[in-house]
């Protein structure tokens, strides 16, 4: 793995962290979750579903 796709995964890394922090003040939290059930659907793509 190199510098730049090691740096790329900490970005993004870092804007889940983010994202599940934002998760804790929000009303459409426990939808996301329900999402989250389904195969294949993580918490980048349940939270664009619920945006």
């Known amino acids: ?3 730049a796709e090691t740096q790329c995964r900490q970005r993004a890394a870092r ?3 983010a ?3 934002a998760l804790l003040d929000w ?3 426990p939808a996301v979750e329900r999402f ?5 659907v993580r918490l980048i793509a349940a939270v ?4």
């Open 27 to 29: 009303s459409l939290a």
């Open 36 to 40: 989250q059930a389904l195969r294949g």
């Open 19 to 21: 994202i599940e922090d």
């Open 48 to 51: 664009t579903f619920m945006v």
């Open 15 to 17: 804007l889940e962290r």
């Open 1 to 3: 793995m190199n510098i």
